[in-house]
């Protein structure tokens, strides 16, 4: 096995939020390729699960746990070290894991801030309790972020966007697993 992993159960709240790239200099850093333009996540957990590439170089099998030295941003990319990883040959075998990160490591989000991960699966519905659909994707648009909530009509599931801002999104209710939004279905 490669050095630095242990062979781990992946937790059931895990959630994968971006892949090793290639390795950065010749102390056992590696490129994160986050999912996230905001990865705190990467930042906040000191261990990561990691499952293999989906293709390419396979270092190992299962899911394994990797413990984080430390993660930083460095220019317009996230670089990451582990313990046991410590030299560049180590790094570049890890080239292409999945990285899992617990949602209980997330750190807190601020008032009015959700995780998209979070919003998916939640019922959509409007001011007259009319059913919009369950939020099946988030969409980043560069100026605001819109759900993609799917619904069944005639027998089709088809989709409505609705933008996620304020002047439209009345009430998240995680706990309640719903989004009050001031839409119609006609829209």
Not at 20 to 31: M, T
Not at 91 to 120: C, H, M, N, Q
Not at 148 to 153: D, F, G, M, W
Request: glycine share 8%; proline share 6%; aromatic share 10%.
């Amino acid at each position: 096995m490669t050095p630095g992993l242990e062979a781990a159960e992946l937790p059931a709240d895990a959630i994968e939020v971006g892949r090793i790239g290639d390795a950065w200099g010749i102390k056992g850093w590696f490129r994160i390729i986050p999912y996230s333009a905001a990865p705190e996540a990467l930042f906040s957990s000191k261990r990561w699960f990691l499952q293999p590439a989906e293709r390419g170089a396979k270092a190992f099998t299962g899911t394994v746990k990797l413990p984080i030295r430390e993660a930083k941003e460095h220019s317009d990319s996230v670089v990451a070290s582990a313990h046991g990883v410590d030299d560049r040959n180590a790094a570049e075998l890890l080239k292409g894991a999945r990285i899992f990160i617990p949602r209980s490591s997330f750190p807190t989000a601020a008032d009015d801030e959700y995780y998209w991960v979070d919003l998916i699966g939640l019922r959509v519905v409007n001011r007259e309790s009319v059913e919009l659909g369950v939020v099946r994707d988030l969409l980043s648009t560069g100026p605001q972020t819109v759900l993609v909530a799917a619904y069944e009509h005639e027998g089709k599931t088809l989709e409505r966007m609705i933008p996620f801002v304020s002047a439209f999104i009345d009430k998240v209710d995680l706990p309640g697993r719903c989004i009050t939004v001031d839409w119609q279905p006609d829209y």
